[in-house]
């Protein structure tokens, strides 16, 4: 195998993991803000239930690709521990470990978004309740996944710390993004547990959670896929070129 395809392999591995990371981003953000933003009414189970009953193609498709983005949360995780276990390679498996928790939370969590479909479709053994009453049975699981996913961003907050600090000692990727994913673990962490004890709180701190979450996420995304990372850095704190043990199988 050649020292220049040696030396691209992090490279390679970083743009893939910034791709997959990219697409997470943007699919959340397709999700949250135009499917179930559009079709949900909070505090309104009636109008919620029209909306989702006239896009329920539009409702299944967006359940179909959180599950999607959730596969490639996986191999981000994968990605991103191979990068930055030459830093320390307890924190970046602890990174993991959180991350999979949150990917595991959160593929439970999914289930709600399908269940609120049931009392919409009229199942037979739901036939003794009221249109008004299935609408409010449909309401449920949404409240639900709210509540589920406050609690699966406490798993990923603290995976944003773990990787933060990473990132920050690595030499091979900005301390400035270090620092940004730190911020955004914080931010996960707080809005989680004012939306436990607090949901008026969480509401009011959600816009100042979710910018330093998206510029945070966002930067380390980019780069990764435009600029990949300092791969004579990578190799000092790998301890040489090969030492890491990549999972790209050579080409050609």
């Given amino acids: 195998m050649g020292t220049s395809e040696a030396r691209s ?7 893939v993991g910034g791709l997959l990371y990219v697409v997470i981003i943007v699919g959340g953000i397709v999700g949250e803000g135009l499917i179930r933003g559009g079709l949900i009414v909070p505090g309104d189970p009636t109008a919620t239930a029209q909306n989702i009953r006239a896009s329920e193609q539009l409702w299944r498709a967006g359940a179909a690709s959180e599950l999607f983005m959730l596969v490639c949360s996986v191999v981000v995780t994968l990605v991103l521990y191979v990068l930055l276990r030459p830093v320390s390679k307890d924190l970046a498996l602890l990174a993991v470990f959180f991350n999979l928790v949150t990917i595991a939370m959160e593929a439970t969590n999914e289930l709600h978004l399908l269940a609120t479909l049931i009392p919409l479709e009229g199942a037979g053994h739901l036939g003794a309740f009221g249109t008004d009453q299935l609408d409010a049975l449909a309401y449920v699981p949404l409240t639900l996944y709210g509540y589920g996913f406050g609690n699966d961003l406490i798993f990923f907050g603290v995976a944003c710390l773990a990787l933060g600090a990473l990132i920050y000692r690595s030499g091979y990727l900005p301390k400035a993004i270090g620092l940004l994913m730190t911020l955004a673990g914080l931010g996960y962490l707080v809005n989680s547990f004012a939306l436990i004890l607090s949901p008026a709180l969480a509401a009011v701190l959600f816009p100042a959670v979710l ?3 998206v510029v945070g996420e966002g930067s380390l995304a980019l780069w990764l896929l ?3 990372v300092d791969v004579a850095g990578f190799e000092a704190a790998a301890g040489g070129a090969g030492s890491a043990g990549f999972s790209i199988p050579p080409t050609g």
């Fill in 9 to 15: 392999r992090p490279l390679k591995l970083a743009r």
């Fill in 226 to 228: 435009f600029k990949g």
């Fill in 211 to 213: 910018l330093p979450a």
